[in-house]
């Protein structure tokens, strides 16, 4: 059978992966030679990013190409706008929003009243936007009343929200993602959150209030993260951390230390 591969630039033994793979068609750097005892059997693809080329040829053929419009079992606000290139799934309620073009809604998300999300951006199931934040005031008797959230939620082009994860309304201003930060499953950010370009935030992560983090920013499983703290550019926060202090750009947080990346 015919099978198209990959190989990774850094691999010590690629020439050795490459010949004795069963792949016919291989994507990989410059370095590797095609052997004589290749020649007939196998095609290499040489290019500088092995693993972003073989991930957009097969995205290209793989992708699921969502049918526009939305889904006749949600319930819609009358004023909400979504593109009409846009999908909504089934049994989704969206609120007064803004929903840009070709972004995908998968089932059973609630988008409440003020949110926006650009263009393709892709929010996968059970996703909730818009909720209203976890901030309380507390009476001279003791008992908790809840502060009021006026902001919404705003989504750039490109972001992706994993199922089961939950981002606030800002209480005065927007909770704000990036463009092209992605989210993995079970994700929490609370209100007024503002996180930066092209970050990536794994499962499990929980993003206390008001804290604003940067571009290019990597949050590892697990993580929790304090309200009202600064994350530089560049960041990188490991998995399980406890992150209890700003970091500076370009810096990482190992448990509860602060170091400078290698």
Do not use: W, Y
């Given at each position: 059978k015919k099978a198209i591969t990959w190989c990774h630039p850094n691999a010590d033994n690629k020439q050795e992966i490459v010949e004795k793979t069963r792949a016919t068609v291989i994507v990989c750097d410059k370095s590797v030679v095609l052997s004589s005892k290749m020649k007939s059997m196998k095609t290499l693809i040489k290019v500088q990013?092995?693993?972003?080329?073989?991930?957009?040829?097969?995205?290209?053929?793989?992708?699921?190409?969502?049918?526009?419009?939305?889904?006749?079992?949600?319930?819609?606000?009358?004023e909400a706008e979504i593109n009409a290139s846009a999908s909504i799934g089934p049994n989704c309620t969206i609120g007064k929003c803004i929903i840009g073009a070709k972004t995908n809604i998968h089932g059973n998300c609630y988008l409440y009243d003020g949110v926006e999300i650009g263009e393709e951006a892709v929010i996968e199931a059970g996703v909730v936007l818009g909720a209203e934040g976890f901030g309380l005031a507390k009476t001279s008797e003791g008992a908790w009343e809840r502060f009021p959230h006026?902001?919404?939620?705003?989504?750039?082009?490109?972001?992706?929200?994993?199922?089961?994860?939950?981002?606030?309304?800002?209480?005065?201003?927007?909770?704000?993602?990036?463009?092209?930060?992605?989210?993995?499953?079970?994700?929490?950010?609370?209100?007024?959150?503002?996180?930066?370009?092209?970050?990536?935030?794994?499962g499990a992560v929980s993003i206390a209030g008001s804290t604003t983090i940067g571009d290019h920013v990597w949050i590892s499983p697990g993580a929790t993260i304090l309200n009202k703290l600064s994350i530089g550019n560049h960041a990188f926060v490991a998995i399980g951390a406890t992150v209890t202090q700003s970091i500076p750009d370009n810096y990482q947080a190992i448990g509860r230390k602060i170091l400078p990346k290698n």
């Open positions: 990013n092995p693993k972003l080329t073989f991930t957009r040829m097969i995205r290209s053929i793989t992708m699921d190409q969502n049918e526009p419009g939305v889904h006749p079992s949600c319930v819609v606000h009358p006026l902001g919404g939620v705003r989504l750039s082009n490109r972001v992706q929200v994993g199922a089961g994860s939950t981002i606030d309304r800002g209480a005065i201003q927007n909770t704000v993602i990036g463009e092209g930060t992605k989210i993995s499953k079970a994700v929490h950010i609370s209100h007024n959150v503002q996180i930066g370009n092209h970050c990536l935030i794994t």
